[in-house]
């Protein structure tokens, strides 16, 4: 392993924690703002959306861990070159305890809106595998704890990367799918759609194409840490992705077109609210403004109800007082 440079073993396990923590920083912000907007959402949603803030929390921490130990406490030894990191087994295990629980997540939700159980239990069955070749990753590298023994478990890595490429490729295409049979005709309506389709794409391709890179670079580049590059940022795209698309149910205030959303992940839209207090216009100023209503025709009900009041002076002197 000395052959091939301090620069090969260590820089893109810095470069990777680098890139881990700005990433946890855009996820901290995202989950800063969904815990500001969306204040009655169910409380097990956000319990487990706690909880995955503890968790990326703790994988951040045990990647700083991986990087401190042979870069300060065993700095210029030549067992860092040799033995990898004492921390280094937490990392397969924290990135699936986010990872996976999202994936049932986002299973279970796409069960509930489209009524099918088939794609979900795929899905399911597929995270639980990505799982458990983590859990195999895990005790290998506590086993194996030397560099060089990394290849003579790579296919317990495979399975545990490609199972999950494979869920988030599924989870893209079938939330595509279930957002193009709710377009309406409206255009304004449909914008939305096409955008949420957009975001569930980009998302899920994210985290399909740095899962793929990681163990093609693991597999690639043997004698190096290139993989963690990708490996050490993957836990918090994941839990970007889900609160990107729990966010995306509102978006703006005060525009018609964003008033009703729909969402990839849930049947309700998002209805934004207007504030219904008493008006501060001065009278002859409230009198334009319903007059200018008054030039649109009301909606049928009305005319059924003007038809009735009409017809009968007694029912119309009801109908306005109610």
């Not at 569930?200 to 994210?206: E, K, L, R, Y």
């Not at 985290?207 to 597999?219: E, G, M, N, Q, S």
């Amino acid at each position: 392993m000395a052959s091939t440079g301090v620069e090969l073993l260590f820089g893109p396990l810095l470069i990777g924690v680098l890139l881990g923590t700005a990433v946890y920083g855009v996820m901290a912000v995202q989950m800063l703002r969904y815990y500001q907007m969306y204040k009655k959402d169910a409380h097990w949603i956000r319990y487990f959306l706690l909880y995955l803030f503890i968790v990326e929390s703790v994988n951040l921490a045990v990647q700083i861990g991986i990087v401190y130990e042979p870069l300060i406490v065993r700095y210029g030894t030549q067992q860092a070159l040799i033995t990898s990191p004492l921390l280094l087994p937490g990392d397969a295990i924290s990135i699936v305890m986010a990872s996976t629980p999202i994936q049932l997540f986002t299973a279970w939700r796409i069960s509930v809106i489209t009524g099918s159980i088939v794609i979900p239990l795929l899905i399911s069955a597929l995270a639980v595998v990505s799982f458990g070749g983590a859990v195999l990753v895990t005790i290998f590298v506590t086993i194996r704890n030397e560099f060089q023994e990394f290849q003579s478990f790579s296919w317990a890595v495979i399975i545990w990367l490609i199972s999950s490429a494979v869920v988030d490729v599924l989870i893209a295409a079938k939330l595509t799918h279930s957002l193009s049979t709710r377009r309406t005709g409206f255009s304004a309506m449909d914008g939305q759609i096409n955008r949420l389709i957009r975001l569930t794409v980009q998302t899920g391709a994210i985290t399909a194409i740095v899962a793929l890179v990681d163990v093609v670079l693991f597999l690639a580049f043997p004698q190096t840490t290139l993989q963690f590059i990708v490996d050490f940022p993957l836990p918090k795209l994941y839990a970007i992705c889900l609160l990107s698309t729990l966010n995306a149910r509102s978006r703006g205030r005060t525009e018609d077109a964003e008033q009703r959303m729909p969402n990839a992940l849930f049947k309700e839209t998002t209805t934004t609210t207007r504030s219904q207090g008493q008006s501060h216009l001065p009278p002859h100023k409230e009198t334009s403004v319903h007059a200018k209503q008054n030039m649109y025709p009301p909606p049928p009900h009305m005319f059924a109800v003007n038809l009735q009041s009409s017809s009968d002076p007694h029912r119309q002197s009801s109908v306005s007082g109610f």
